[in-house]
């Protein structure tokens, strides 16, 4: 099993030493590390960072947010971060939500399986440059064709040779249909929260996965001998995604607790959270869904999990950010001791 590390997207400043963050995870052996987007700092700024401070690890979004760009900008930016990195991009991309897609990219959320379609499409067209890019889709037409066009348009092809006729593509999914399209399109899948006890509940939807597709798991790793004190953040988390990130009656992270088995205690979760007693919500996250989607505790608890994270579909976890720098070390080199 590979190990990566997730800095994910900044919060109200920068994160700490973020580059000296990944030539760490380097020479400790991890094999990914990822940064992410929300509406904030963007994905790519600090990867090109992490580029011109490192030799081999591989370089990833996760995710980039399709809204964010169209699909030939993304595959502009993953083109030449392909380059400056020698060939390390893999770009891991996702639809969002409604709130972010409709509330601050000012697009419509309808048919997201429609749009990531469409969106690879393009993006595979630009990375392979075998011809000029044509689409004639339901949400993207290249050359631009409607009715206020002044049909100057002519299909293009990229100035810039890429380095590589195609970019491994990651999809960030939680629904059935969406999983499924990772399976049957994409190089990968980023599950966002996942068992290795519950992994049954997605063989319907990678059951036609390739041999060397991968499933790279976000988990949290906390050391602590307080048991009861590491599972805390991740109950935080869980609290804020299921009562504070999506609308009541469309949360995708709930309507995947609910397949996970969890479905009453997530909309006791979310209904407390949304009363505005996000205490009582946080304390209402069962401690063992977290403890599922984790590895936290003592050392030898997490070393005993990790077998069962091994013994799983999952080819890699990706550890996140401690939120500073010592902790994240610390985590980091525990993992790679344990794990490598």
Known sequence: MKIGLHQ??????PTDRFIELAQKAEQLGFNSVFTAEAYGSDCFTPLAAIAAHTDKIRL????????????????MSALT?????????????????????????????????QRTKEWQDIFNQVIAREQGVTLDGAQYHLPYNGPDSLNLGKPLKSITHPL?????????????????????????????FVSPYRMDIFDDSLKNKKDDFEIIAMVNVIVNENLEEALMPGKMTMALYLGGMGAKEDNFHKNLMGRMGFGDAAQQVQDLWMSGDQMGAINAVPDALVDEISLVGPKDRIRERITDWKNSP???????????????????????????
Not at 8 to 13: D, L, T
Not at 65 to 73: E, G, M, W
Not at 169 to 187: R, T, V, Y
Request: charged residues 20%; proline residues 5%.
């Open 314 to 340: 999952v080819t890699e976890l990706l550890m996140g950010h401690a939120g500073n720098y010592d902790d994240t070390v610390s985590n980091m080199e525990f993992l790679a001791e344990a794990v490598l």
């Open 81 to 113: 971060l392909d380059h400056i990195s020698n060939g390390r991009l893999a770009l891991g991309v996702g639809v969002s939500g409604p709130q972010v897609v409709e509330g601050w990219y000012g697009e419509q959320f309808k048919r997201p399986l």
């Open 60 to 75: 990833c979004t996760g995710v980039m947010q399709i809204s964010a760009r169209t699909p030939v900008c993304a595959a």
């Open 164 to 192: 590589r006729k195609k970019i491994p593509l990651f999809l960030g999914a939680e629904g059935p249909k969406n999983i499924a399209l990772a399976a049957e399109q994409f190089d990968g899948w980023l599950p966002i």
């Open 8 to 13: 994910g997207y900044w919060q109200k400043q």
